[in-house]
């Protein structure tokens, strides 16, 4: 399946709950959390450093076998508990904390009977001791899950607002795409009517697919209108303007990819490459697959009169920041300056999970 966007996309994707506790870092995290919490325990429980010692190791393992049995569960039904909706799901893990941390303190009682430990790990009765634990773990967890409805709300604010920011960036591309694109009939409507007529044709179902409500298309249909504007530019440049494809096969072109993401970055390669020049050149267009994400070059002529062309950067700005909002690190946009070429390259994540 083709990534969706992390943060801002195309469709609004669902912030989970839960961490992924199958994730040996998390895993990780918690444990380490459990043990500051048993040195806290300990250090309350005790006024002689031989008890300080001996509570500790005592309260350690009871805890690391608590956070361990309740991240197993969480882990193993982690992709349900985030179907449901945020209330459901936090009074369900919040009793799925409190049922582990009950059979992991009657085990730690049967077992302190079963080896002769009982008065070492028991110092009160037994169920003052599982009252106890059960106080502490339902605070703890309460206190956990508190934090993780918090961040989760902070986290769909935050996808909303870069949602917004994406959406207002891609507006200022579509009226400078239309703009070029009517200059250019314009241009071509009393010379050479029948190839206006034709360019109309092009411009209407090229926007019939860029200004759909979708701010991510499949990149096969990115590749298709970046195809039509450079047909409507070929007619208005003619011979001067060649246009070098390759695609690799082992690219999906069914992948989500920002809306017009591709024909802004081949739009500056005409007006920067191919127009100041009188030779023209050719822009050459490379699609192909590198280890997790699809990588686009983007290649056009770069000589004296090419450089003499000063251009602001506006859409690479632009078509940066959209990846920066909706992929985070995981995308990038790269220029090289050549000796008598300018390359861009916009690379693409393929797999939210991969990323």
């Known amino acids: 399946m083709a990534r969706e966007p992390h943060i801002a996309g195309i469709e609004k994707t669902e912030i989970p709950l839960l961490p992924d506790f199958c994730n040996a870092g998390t895993v990780l995290i918690v444990v380490i959390s459990a043990e500051l919490l048993a040195l806290v325990l300990a250090f309350s429980s005790t006024d002689t450093p031989r008890g300080f010692?001996?509570?500790?190791?005592?309260?350690?393992l009871l805890t690391q076998w608590i956070v361990l049995g309740i991240s197993l569960v969480l882990c193993l039904l982690r992709t349900w508990l985030n179907r449901l909706n945020g209330i459901q799901a936090l009074f369900l893990i919040y009793g799925l904390i409190i049922g582990v941390t009950l059979l992991m303190g009657v085990g730690s009682i049967v077992l302190g009977k079963l080896m002769g430990l009982y008065d070492e790990l028991l110092v009160f009765r037994p169920e003052w001791f599982l009252i106890k634990v059960l106080g502490v773990s339902g605070i703890v967890g309460a206190v956990l899950l508190r934090y993780l409805y918090v961040q989760q709300q902070w986290r769909l604010y935050l996808q909303e607002q870069a949602r917004a920011k994406v959406q207002a960036l891609q507006a200022r591309i579509r009226?400078?795409?239309?703009f070029n694109s009517m200059n250019t009939i314009t241009s071509l409507i009393r010379g050479r009517p029948k190839d206006a007529e034709q360019a109309i044709e092009d411009l209407s179902e090229l926007f019939r697919a860029s200004l759909k409500a979708e701010e991510f298309i499949a990149l096969r249909d990115e590749l298709g209108i970046t195809r039509s504007y450079l047909d409507i530019e070929h007619l208005r440049i003619g011979d001067r303007l060649r246009v070098a494809w390759s695609i690799d096969e082992q690219v999906d072109l069914n992948m989500?990819?920002?809306?017009?993401?591709?024909?802004?970055?081949?739009?500056?390669?005409v007006y920067h490459g191919i127009e100041p020049s009188i030779e023209g050149g050719e822009i050459g267009i490379a699609v192909w697959k590198e280890g997790n994400q699809?990588?686009?070059?983007?290649?056009n002529p770069c000589n004296e009169e090419v450089r003499l062309r000063k251009g602001n950067h506006m859409a690479q700005d632009n078509i940066r920041q959209r990846l920066a909002l909706s992929y985070g690190q995981a995308a990038r946009l790269e220029t090289k300056e050549l000796d008598q070429a300018y390359e861009i390259m916009m690379c693409i994540p393929l797999e939210q999970d991969e990323a």
């Open 175 to 178: 009226p400078h795409f239309l």
């Open 53 to 60: 010692w001996s509570g500790l190791a005592m309260i350690s």
């Open 256 to 269: 989500a990819v920002p809306c017009l993401s591709l024909q802004p970055l081949v739009e500056n390669a």
């Open 294 to 299: 699809v990588c686009i070059r983007v290649r």
